[in-house]
């Protein structure tokens, strides 16, 4: 099935590309509705996995790359119904598809640790770490996308994204909204975390590397929103954090368990 999902979530990033290319709303329409099929055959796999596993797959690095190029078309879609940015699919669409090619390629055979998995804590902590994630590579996304149109103002001949991208403001509210719902999730994400090492572990802290990075990603995000609402850190100064955090966030999703190992090591298993 993941072939499937690839051609759907490919098509609709040529979709999107024709839409930024061309600006005719006809290609965007195309590649939202290629874009929804695919995730409609996503969801259908990880509800079909849930079903037979009786927890969500994220058993290898196979799965829970998988599971991440779902949460990314998720919070894209709720971005896209909240503010109609429809430009965000030129960021969305290829991230999505690019992940889940990297997916396909790597090894489906499940760790020895599917017991661990069954809990709802777990379960919990797994869906708010990887939204919250997901909302915070299209913080990532907007914060590119300000960058270029707030370029494409100051020059004097506009360039090619002045009159494809919109406005600033737009912009800003969106990466704002995204990074609001990400820290709010992943907060949620690393709480239940938390409370599921106490109950399989018996403490609520271990030191793994994954849970020492998680919190100093979790602190970029706080810090941000604090500056935001404090000294008025908005607009290019925002769009720049956003984009250092999520290579924060990238790190501590894959570099972590590849160079430092930890509890978390098995999940991403090549």
């Known amino acids: 099935m993941d072939i499937v999902i690839i051609i759907f979530y490919l098509l609709g990033t040529v979709g999107y590309m024709a839409y930024l290319f061309f600006q005719k709303d006809s290609f965007q329409k195309i590649g939202f509705g290629v874009l929804l099929a695919g995730f409609v055959v996503h969801c259908i796999q990880i509800v079909a996995s849930i079903y037979k596993l009786g927890y969500v797959p ?61 809990s709802l804590w777990l379960q919990a902590h797994i869906f708010g770490v990887f939204l919250g994630e997901a909302a915070f590579a299209l913080a990532c996304g907007t914060g590119l996308l300000y960058l270029l149109q707030e370029r494409a103002i ?22 704002h909204a995204c990074i609001m719902a990400g820290f709010l999730l992943v907060t949620v994400g690393l709480i239940t975390g938390f409370v599921y090492a106490k109950s399989l572990w018996g403490r609520f802290w271990n030191w793994d590397p994954k849970e020492v990075w998680s919190c100093i990603t979790w602190l970029i995000y706080a810090a941000l929103i604090h500056q935001r ?27 972590v368990n590849f160079i430092l190992k930890g509890h978390h090591e098995p999940f991403t298993r090549w």
């Open 58 to 118: 994220v058993e290898n690095l196979n799965q829970t790359l998988s599971i991440s190029a779902w949460a990314i078309i998720s919070v894209f879609f709720w971005i896209q119904y909240q503010y109609h940015l429809k430009i965000l699919g030129i960021f969305a669409a290829p991230l999505a598809a690019f992940i889940m090619v990297a997916a396909s390629g790597l090894s489906a055979e499940p760790s020895q640790t599917q017991t661990v998995l069954k």
């Open 154 to 175: 100051k020059s004097k001949s506009r360039g090619f994204f002045y009159k494809r991208l919109p406005s600033l403001d737009l912009l800003d509210l969106t990466g």
């Open 229 to 255: 609402y404090t000294v008025g850190w908005r607009g290019r100064k925002s769009a720049i954090l956003a984009i250092i955090g999520f290579v924060a966030v990238v790190f501590t999703f894959l570099g």
